[in-house]
């Protein structure tokens, strides 16, 4: 009888020891939270970009990003980059499409990336900071809350790694040698807007619904359109695409089907002229995507 109580006493204490932790912690996350909203709330948090982030989210947006593109690039496999062909190749768009913003050996970014918070990096320090995997992984993704593009829409992923390639010899380079270089590789002829792009020289697939999702984002198509289920997609510059499965017509001209709606994505020029919605340089792939994840709208 007496061990029966005592066995008892012993089991209301720890269970009023779990009660009293279980508060502690629920008051804890509770102010946390309280102070978040405050801060978010009474706008304190300048988010002009002429002052740094404090020294606080700095350390935390750094680690985040250095764990996250940990985490996603644990066993890419590398092709061979020591190609010289891989590395020229990787100069010409590193100058078309990087420079601009994170400068190169004796050039200095463009006056509107200098103004960017955080500001890009320079490459020859990342070059040596960063494994070739963790390169490609940003360069596919770009990072998001920064300048940082994402190039996969743009970008095969061959050229990606020639990129990576590129960026393994930048930290080797002098200045003058990058003028060389610059001298050396006249730009190519640029090529015609929607004739590039990951799927032009692979076998096409069917529209994917749920690429063409990601892909909105990468098109600008949020910016200007209501889109049903995609978040941040609520403006009116043009028409909502609530119901555009259902909608006999496409902008008021086109009969509305699988074909024309493609048409309509890559040349909406062509189609209208004095249209406002831009050619947008979409790839084949990328529109049969689109439109598969538009003819999911229904009424
Ligand atoms: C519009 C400006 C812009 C362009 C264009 C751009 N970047 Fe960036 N990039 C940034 C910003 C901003 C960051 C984030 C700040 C940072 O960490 O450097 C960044 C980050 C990076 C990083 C991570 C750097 C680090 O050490 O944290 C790499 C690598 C990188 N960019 C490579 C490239 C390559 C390669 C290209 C060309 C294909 C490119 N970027 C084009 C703005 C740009
Ligand atoms: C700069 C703003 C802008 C962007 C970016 C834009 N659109 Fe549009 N879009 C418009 C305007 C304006 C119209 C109306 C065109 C018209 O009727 O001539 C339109 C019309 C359309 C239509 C026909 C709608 C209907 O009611 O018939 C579709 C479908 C469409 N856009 C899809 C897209 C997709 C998908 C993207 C991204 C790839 C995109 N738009 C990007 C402005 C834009």
Redesign the pocket.
């Known amino acids: 009888m007496r061990r029966i109580s005592l066995l008892c006493d012993e089991s209301r204490g720890r269970w009023r020891w779990k009660r009293i932790a279980g508060a502690t912690v629920a008051a804890c996350v509770a102010v946390a939270a309280a102070g978040g909203a405050l801060v978010v709330y009474t706008g304190v948090y300048d988010v002009g970009a002429t002052t740094q982030h404090t020294a606080f989210v700095f350390q935390l947006l ?1 680690t985040s ?1 250095r764990r996250s593109v940990k985490l996603r690039t644990a066993d890419v496999p590398e092709p061979g980059l020591d190609d010289a062909n891989r590395v020229e190749s990787g100069f010409r ?2 100058r078309e ?6 400068g190169a050996p004796g050039i200095a ?1 463009q006056p ?2 200098l103004g ?8 020859v ?3 040596q ?2 494994s070739p995997a ?2 490609h992984w ?2 596919r993704n ?2 998001k809350m ?4 994402a ?1 996969q829409y743009r ?1 095969d992923d061959k050229e ?1 790694w020639d ?2 390639a590129f ?1 393994k010899v930048l930290p080797t380079l002098t200045p003058a040698d990058y003028k060389q270089w610059d001298r050396q590789h006249v730009p190519a002829p640029a090529q015609p807007a929607g004739e590039s792009g990951p799927a032009s020289d692979s076998g096409i697939r069917l529209g994917d619904a749920g690429a063409g999702r990601k892909a909105l984002q990468q098109y600008l198509c949020v910016t200007c359109h209501v889109i049903p289920g995609v978040v941040g997609a609520n403006y009116h510059v043009g028409p909502s695409l609530a119901g555009i499965a259902d909608r006999k017509y496409i902008a008021g001209v086109l009969p509305n089907s699988p074909q024309n709606m493609l048409r309509w994505l890559r040349q909406p020029a062509e189609v209208d002229p004095l249209t406002a919605m831009p050619d947008l340089g979409i790839s084949d792939q990328d529109a049969r995507d689109i439109a598969a994840f538009l003819y999911t709208l229904h009424n």
């Not at 499409?97 to 994170?102: E, L, P, S, T």
């Not at 960017?116 to 490459?123: D, H, I, M, V």
């Open positions: 750094e990003l768009i590193f499409h990087c420079v601009q913003c994170h970014p509107f990336a960017l918070t955080p500001t890009p990096a320079s490459l320090a990342s070059a900071e960063w963790e390169i940003i360069i770009g990072i920064s300048g940082m593009p190039w970008m990606i990129v990576v960026m």
